[in-house]
C-alpha cells in the first residue's frame, strides 16, 4: 500500500470511533462563585526523590478534609544543603467553606492532618 501510494517514510493508520467520543464527553458545568473567601496555606515538604508529586498532591488532597478545594504543586527545590536523595516540594493547599469564612484554627487542623498523612506515607518532613 506504501508503495501505490508513494509514502516514503513510515506511516500511522488510526480509526476513531466519534460516537463513542461524544458519548463519553461531559460538558463542564458553571458553579455559582462563593461569595465567602478561600484560605491558602503553604507546606514545604522534604521528600524522597522517588515519591511521586502527583500522589503527594492526591494524598494530601484526600486527607485535607472536604473543604479542600484544590491541592496545587508551585515550587520545587533540589540544593547541595538538603540531604542526598530528597528534594523539597511546595503545596498550596486552598480551603472554602459555601455556608461561611474559615477560620485559622480550622484550617491549620485541616492541613495538618494532610501533612501528617504525607510524613506517614512518604517518610515526608516539614520544612
Keep these: 500500500m506504501r508503495d501505490a501510494l508513494e509514502i516514503t517514510s513510515g506511516a500511522v493508520v488510526a480509526e476513531l470511533d466519534l460516537a463513542a467520543v461524544a458519548a463519553a464527553y461531559r460538558a463542564p458545568v458553571a458553579a455559582k462563585p462563593s461569595r465567602f473567601p ?6 514545604a515538604l522534604l521528600l524522597p526523590l522517588d515519591a511521586p508529586a502527583g500522589r503527594v498532591i492526591e494524598v494530601l488532597r484526600t486527607t485535607a478534609g472536604e473543604r479542600c478545594e484544590k491541592v496545587e504543586l508551585f515550587d520545587r527545590y533540589r540544593g547541595s544543603e538538603l540531604p542526598a536523595g530528597t528534594h523539597s516540594l511546595d503545596f498550596a493547599l486552598w480551603f472554602r467553606s459555601p455556608e461561611r ?3 485559622d484554627d480550622e484550617v491549620d487542623k485541616w492541613t495538618k492532618a494532610a501533612v501528617d498523612a504525607a510524613k506517614a506515607r512518604f517518610g515526608a518532613q516539614q520544612r
Design 38 to 43: 478561600a484560605m491558602r496555606h503553604d507546606v
Design 101 to 103: 469564612t474559615l477560620t
